[in-house]
């Protein structure tokens, strides 16, 4: 990983993952004019989230160069897909807005077509099949109801 691009996800993660100062918990602070407000809860969860995302990211697309621009094209663009997913993923879990809700589970669809895409491209296996990455997995002890019907799971990826 580059020396910057290290500086950068450091920095990025320290900011996202320090508590809150009392002055952000009553609102933000003013610093030369400008509200600064630090999110807590869910907000700060989110952004960690997606500080992680973009860490793994960026670590994924410091690839060496190897002379081959079609290997070395996706080798860069494969991790940069898949943060697109993670972040996407990370705001279902925590996001309200109905329309970015939408936004991001095509973001999540269209961004493994688009992995898929470039490794048959190169003759590269596809990975397995696997659950959508915002379905919740099934815990192992399914809830029964009083009738003996299993309870169903919810698509709705936001902790409950």
Do not use: W
Not at 15 to 24: D, F, N, T
Not at 82 to 97: E, K, S, T
Not at 129 to 138: D, G, Y
């Amino acid at each position: 990983m580059s020396q910057r691009y290290r500086m950068f996800s450091h920095v990025l993660l320290a900011v996202c993952l320090s508590g809150v100062p009392a002055a952000a918990q009553e609102g933000g602070h003013h610093d030369g004019g400008h509200a600064v407000v630090i999110p807590a809860g869910e907000a700060a969860t989110f952004l960690a989230e997606n500080a992680a995302a973009m860490v793994t990211m960026m670590a994924g697309m410091d690839v060496k160069p190897t002379g081959d621009i079609d290997a070395d094209f996706t080798a860069m663009m494969i991790p940069h897909h898949q943060g697109a997913i993670d972040m996407a993923v990370a705001y279902l879990r925590y996001g309200h807005n109905p329309q970015l809700r939408r936004l991001a589970q095509e973001i999540v669809v269209e961004q493994q077509q688009e992995i898929a895409a470039m490794r048959l491209a190169l003759g590269q296996p596809l990975p397995p099949p696997a659950p959508a990455p915002t379905v919740p997995e099934v815990p192992a002890a399914v809830a029964v109801s009083g009738d003996g019907a299993a309870a169903s799971a919810t698509a709705d990826c936001r902790p409950q």
